[in-house]
């Protein structure tokens, strides 16, 4: 059986009640030689066979597309620092300036490909048909996996200005220039910094 990644552990509780739904009966009523064993078996192998096929798809969504937008974003420079070369302060600000609001919207766009991600996780899941005996996920449980993907984007981020802001320290330090003076000048006045989800 594939392996439920312990975020989802909650969405899909369900869907393995569901299966245990189906081999009540084989632990309540029915013996080997029963005459609708067969019909049962089928039923339960059935069951077994769609669990493993949605676990499978969350665990590539999660994998192919919201951690691989993650470590990206994460990896991230919003600068951009070659060796080789030599800039006026002026020359390599105005430079960076260029290179920042590229990679940002770059950023923007991975934010809201991991959005649209976990909104396809959920509806997988919600699709997902159970037994009329067996509750479907809360809203509750949809909102923790919001939240927790949430989080996770806004410490990719923080990573990523982290690092660019300790290479820029780096080689502006090794420039001779004003640092201060140089972030403030790359950081764009319409993108002010912001918390995590849950802050004010």
Not at 63 to 74: D, N
Request: hydrophobic share 45%.
């Amino acid at each position: 059986t594939a392996k439920v990644i312990p975020v989802t552990a909650d969405l899909l509780s369900p869907a393995v009640q569901d299966v245990e739904y189906k081999l009540r009966p084989g632990m309540v009523t029915l013996t080997w030689t029963s005459m609708n064993i067969q019909a049962y078996r089928e039923h339960v192998h059935e069951g077994l066979r769609r669990l493993e096929e949605l676990v499978l798809s969350v665990n590539d969504v999660i994998e192919s597309r919201i951690e691989a937008s993650l470590k990206t974003v994460a990896s991230t420079l919003l600068v951009e620092l070659p060796e080789d070369r030599a800039f006026s302060l002026d020359a390599f600000v105005a430079a960076q300036q260029t290179v920042t609001a590229e990679r940002a919207e770059a950023l923007q766009g991975k934010n809201l490909e991991v959005e649209a991600a976990v909104e396809d996780l959920v509806a997988l899941i919600a699709g997902y048909g159970l037994d009329p005996h067996v509750k479907s996920p809360t809203e509750e449980d949809v909102e923790r996996l919001r939240t927790h993907y949430a989080h996770y984007m806004y410490a990719a981020l923080l990573n990523c200005v982290k690092s660019s802001l300790n290479a820029l320290k780096k080689r502006v330090a090794s420039m001779g220039g004003p640092l201060d003076s140089t972030v403030a000048s790359l950081l764009p006045a319409s993108a002010p910094l912001v918390g995590p989800p849950g802050t004010a």
